[in-house]
């Protein structure tokens, strides 16, 4: 049975899977990447005035400001979880590339958007201008890979997204994913970013792939991409699962 048409089953979370059936199997037509000029628009306005939405109708703010701010109880909590060589895939303007940085730890952002890759630099952080899916520096060796923000939606299949970060870490690494609270399960689709100009126009840019997952459908697409969930945990409102290679065996 694959899990694209699963429904239900038991978690360590205490809840029940829901993915939409056929969302890990189903391909999703359109454009693959997001539009890197798209994303240093937001990156260059004020905050809470930026959405993404999503072709299933739901509209999730933007937290332009938290990304630009200082480290939140959130981004301590990685921080503190991380213990070595460290790739943060969709840096943004690098908060947390910056923040690991300074906590002593060899961190290196990496982002589509030349802008966001130019603002973690001007932020003292290291960083590089490339699609997580091409060549990338230290593949294999990494201790941690991030996903934050969000960012496990990139490409619109989290399962090819956490398998090539389990190209990136070392044995012994991890995945670290902010996903969504016990609910939502899986969803794939479109999504646009959108902004409400000063002057009152809704624009709204180019059509990408993308996702959501939850807290619980995490241990299904851990397991589709090789991969196992040693935890979930929490910081404040916000949920992250923590994704690591299985042991071997004898």
């Known amino acids: 049975m694959t899990i694209g048409t699963r429904a239900t089953g038991p978690h360590p979370l205490g809840g029940r899977t829901t993915v939409v059936p056929g969302a890990l199997d189903a391909p999703v037509a359109g454009r693959v990447e997001p539009a890197a000029d798209d994303f240093a628009a ?31 109880p959130a981004t301590r909590a990685i921080v503190a979880r991380c213990a070595g060589p ?18 002593g730890h060899t961190a290196v952002g ?26 990338l ?7 941690h890979v991030l996903l934050m923000d969000g960012n496990i939606g990139i490409g619109g299949d989290p399962v090819a997204l956490l398998a090539r970060c389990r190209e990136l870490i070392r044995r012994d690494g991890t995945v670290i994913v902010e996903v ?14 959108a902004t409400l100009a000063a002057d009152g126009a809704l624009r709204r ?33 916000r949920w ?6 299985p042991a071997r065996r004898g």
């Open 86 to 103: 460290t790739l943060d895939v969709g840096c943004g303007p690098g908060r947390l590339t910056l923040a690991l940085t300074r906590a």
């Open 180 to 193: 969504e609270p016990p609910g939502p399960g899986l969803w794939r689709g479109h999504a646009r970013l």
């Open 110 to 135: 990496v982002d589509v958007s030349a802008h966001a890759v130019r603002l973690t630099r001007r932020r003292g952080a290291v960083a590089i201008h490339r699609d997580v899916f091409a060549p």
């Open 137 to 143: 520096p230290g593949e294999g060796r990494w201790a």
């Open 42 to 72: 937001v990156l260059d306005h004020r905050p809470g005035r930026h959405w993404l939405l999503h072709s299933d109708g739901r509209r999730s703010p933007l937290p332009v400001g938290r990304w630009h701010g200082p480290p939140e």
């Open 205 to 237: 840019g180019g059509v990408f792939r993308w996702a959501r997952l939850d807290a619980v459908a995490a241990y299904d697409v851990a397991a589709a991409a090789g991969l196992v969930v040693p935890e979930v945990f929490r910081s404040g409102r």
């Open 240 to 245: 992250f699962g923590e994704f690591a290679v």
